[in-house]
Nanobody
Framework: QVQLVESGGGLVQAGGSLRLSCTAAGLTFSSYALGWFRQAPGNEREFVAT????????YYIDSVKGRFTISRDNAKNTVYLQMNSLKPEDTAVYYCAARSSSATYYRRDDFHYWGQGTQVTVSS
C-alpha cells in the first residue's frame, strides 16, 4: 500500500522560507515521478512543481519559478519543496503526489497517489 506523508508546513511571514517534506512508503521510490500541488480555499488544486523519476528533471508553475525548488533523496524515499521569498498568495494546503513512471508530469489527473496535505500560511 502506497503512503505519502507530508510535513513542514506552518505559519511564516511574507519573505520567509519553509521546506516541505514528503516521505513515501510502499513503492520503489526512484521509479516514481513526484509532484507538489496546492489548494487554497475556494480554489481548485493547482500544480506547483514536479520532478521526474529518472533524470530528475524539474518543472515549475511560473508563479514560483526562482523561489521554489523541488528535489528528491531516493535513499530516504523523500521529496522536498524548498520555498523561499514566500508571498501571502502562496497560502494553501500543499499536497505531494506520485506516479509510477520515469517521465515528467504536471497535470493533477496524471498522478495516482496523494498525501493528506500540509497547511502553509503566509502572513503579510
Amino acid at each position: 500500500q502506497v503512503q505519502l506523508v507530508e510535513s513542514g508546513g506552518g505559519l511564516v511571514q511574507a519573505g520567509g522560507s519553509l521546506r516541505l517534506s514528503c516521505t513515501a512508503a510502499g513503492l520503489t521510490f526512484s521509479s516514481y515521478a513526484l509532484g507538489w500541488f496546492r489548494q487554497a480555499p475556494g480554489n481548485e488544486r493547482e500544480f506547483v512543481a514536479t520532478i521526474s523519476g529518472s533524470s530528475g528533471s524539474t518543472y515549475y508553475i511560473d508563479s514560483v519559478k526562482g523561489r521554489f525548488t523541488i528535489s528528491r533523496d531516493n535513499a530516504k524515499n523523500t521529496v522536498y519543496l524548498q520555498m523561499n521569498s514566500l508571498k501571502p498568495e502562496d497560502t494553501a494546503v500543499y499536497y505531494c503526489a506520485a506516479r509510477s513512471s520515469s517521465a515528467t508530469y504536471y497535470r493533477r489527473d496524471d498522478f495516482h497517489y496523494w498525501g493528506q496535505g500540509t497547511q502553509v500560511t503566509v502572513s503579510s
